[in-house]
């Protein structure tokens, strides 16, 4: 199977490399604040980790903007656990350099304040935030016979083929062979670099799915996946050249790497 991405797509990969993914509990006291920043009024919410997964990290600094300051705010004391995906940055301020992560994305785990959080989400009727629902934040190791399909959707309201990824995660002894699917860019972007036995984060929510036999199998929607571990830079590499007109074909790297 020839597989060539777009050259967009690794525009947008490249400035994604900063890309960020850690489990922790907040340590310190929380700052929230409202101000104003070049005329429009935004809210800021800070907060420090001490993180174990997927490595060991102390005093990491979490900041989150606007709408999701606002949401996350009343939910959150210390001790609360957090998932958090976002962008790693640097700024300057007062002459000193500051390393934070701007996050994207954040999942409530455990020690939440649930009845403080409720109250003033239901008095401003603010959404609920994730983590409350069919969330899930999953680390695990790609296991054999991933699959890598175009779907042409086939209804007004879509057009084009879009990439389907199917692959099985290996996490734990007590879970082993959970289905996993990535839909669209993500799954053209991530391919390439997966292999057997890729340490992946994943950040998405449960669905089930009807098989061809009638039954119902329950599996991951990924929205984020970070690369941890065991990544086939080489094949990555070698799709960015593709993309780029280099002559290097996609077809024999996939049999290489993927076995197709």
């Known amino acids: 199977m020839e597989f060539i ?5 690794f525009g947008f990969w490249r400035q ?17 604040d409202r101000f104003l920043m070049q005329g429009e009024k935004r809210s800021y919410l800070r907060l420090i980790l001490m993180a174990e997964r997927p ?4 005093g990491m600094r979490i900041v989150i903007w606007d709408k999701k300051a606002e949401l996350y705010f009343p939910y959150l004391k ?19 350099w500051i390393h934070e992560v701007v996050s994207e994305n954040l999942l409530l785990l455990r020690n939440i304040d649930w009845e403080r959080g409720e109250s003033i989400r239901q008095q401003y009727n603010l ?24 779907f042409n959707p086939g209804t007004e309201n879509e057009s ?17 062979g959970l289905r996993v699917t990535v839909r669209g860019s993500l799954a053209e972007l991530i391919y390439p670099y997966l292999q057997t036995g890729s340490k992946v984060a994943i950040d998405g929510y449960l669905q089930t799915h009807d098989l061809e036999t009638g039954k119902k199998a329950v599996e991951v929607r990924t929205r984020n996946m970070t690369f941890l ?4 830079w080489a094949a990555g590499q070698a799709a960015r ?7 290097v074909e996609l077809s024999q790297v996939g049999a290489d790497i993927h076995g197709d």
Do not use: H
Not at 5 to 9: A, E, G, Q, S
Not at 79 to 96: M, P, T, W
Not at 160 to 176: H, I, P, Q, T, Y
């Open 5 to 9: 991405l777009p050259r967009m797509l």
């Open 16 to 32: 994604n490399m900063n890309r960020v993914f850690v489990v922790g509990n907040i340590t310190s006291d929380i700052y929230f």
């Open 55 to 58: 490595r060991s990290v102390r």
């Open 78 to 96: 210390k001790g609360s656990e957090l998932a958090v995906i976002g962008q790693f940055e640097s700024r300057k301020y007062k002459n000193q």
């Open 127 to 150: 959404q609920c935030p994730n983590g409350t629902s069919n969330d899930v934040f999953i680390i695990g190791e790609v296991m054999e016979g991933m699959q890598l399909e175009w």
């Open 160 to 176: 084009g083929e879009f990439a389907f990824l199917r692959l099985r995660l290996k996490c734990d002894k007590s879970l082993n």
């Open 229 to 232: 571990e065991n990544i086939n």
């Open 241 to 247: 050249l593709a993309s780029e007109g280099s002559g």
